[in-house]
């Protein structure tokens, strides 16, 4: 089993929808997580991260972490195009290993 | 946050020869990583980049097909050697915080080996 699992898409919706990308994992002792954003031919750009359980917002990206189902979400509100790149999840137990997932390709359609 | 420059962004190599990918960061920072993604994976982690002593590599990745440079705390090199066309893919280094709980992303170097 995958420390980090992702759903690979790929994810199509229309503009201003409301997007939920999800992660889910294994290994309990994760406490840092984050959302990485690459648009094709970029590096990953960090998104959002969050330590332990709970929510975090900025904008119109929302992070939830709920450790005891060992699943987190991202999610963004109206949705617009220059939101289309692929978004990575990443998990941490104690900052020296860092687990990827595969990542989800969303497009978003005028 | 840190900014991060990767050197060259993209090269088209022929098999058998070397590359030297540069990674330049505009702070100190402990840790530094090379990382390859090939098309729809996910990111793998080659090797941790240490100041002042060898490369800790991870399975499957060894320093005399990567070998690691890293003179100082905002620079370091990655060198792949031998190349074949498996080794085409976009290198990344990366830097985590002094906290060292997330990490920031160089823009990618673009290797094709024909």
Excluded at chain 2, 53 to 62: L, N
Aim: include cysteine.
């Amino acid at each position: 089993q995958k420390e980090v699992e992702q759903d690979p898409g790929p994810l199509s919706v229309p503009e201003g929808a409301i997007v939920s990308l999800n992660c889910t994992y294994s290994n309990s002792a994760f406490q840092y997580f984050m959302w990485y954003r690459q648009y094709s031919r970029k590096g990953p750009e960090l998104l959002m991260y969050t330590y332990s359980s709970g929510n975090k917002e900025d904008g119109r990206f929302t992070a939830q972490v709920d450790k005891s189902s060992k699943y987190i979400s991202l999610f963004i509100r109206d949705s617009q195009p220059s939101d289309s790149a692929t978004y990575l999840c990443a998990m941490s137990p104690t900052g020296n290993q860092f687990y990827f997932g595969t990542g989800t390709s969303l497009t978003v359609i005028p | 946050s840190a900014v991060i420059s990767q050197k060259p962004s993209r090269d088209i190599c022929q098999r058998g020869t070397s590359l030297t990918i540069q990674c330049q960061v505009d702070s100190q920072v402990t840790m530094m990583f090379w990382y390859r993604q090939q098309p729809g994976q996910s990111l793998t982690l080659i090797a941790t980049a240490n100041q002042g002593s060898e490369a800790t590599y991870e399975s499957g990745f060894v320093i005399d097909k990567f070998p690691i440079s890293r003179p100082n705390l905002t620079f370091s090199t990655l060198t792949v050697s031998n190349m074949s066309p498996e080794d085409s893919s976009i290198y990344l280094c990366s830097v985590a915080t002094l906290r060292a709980d997330t990490q920031y992303f160089g823009p990618g170097t673009r290797l094709t080996v024909l």
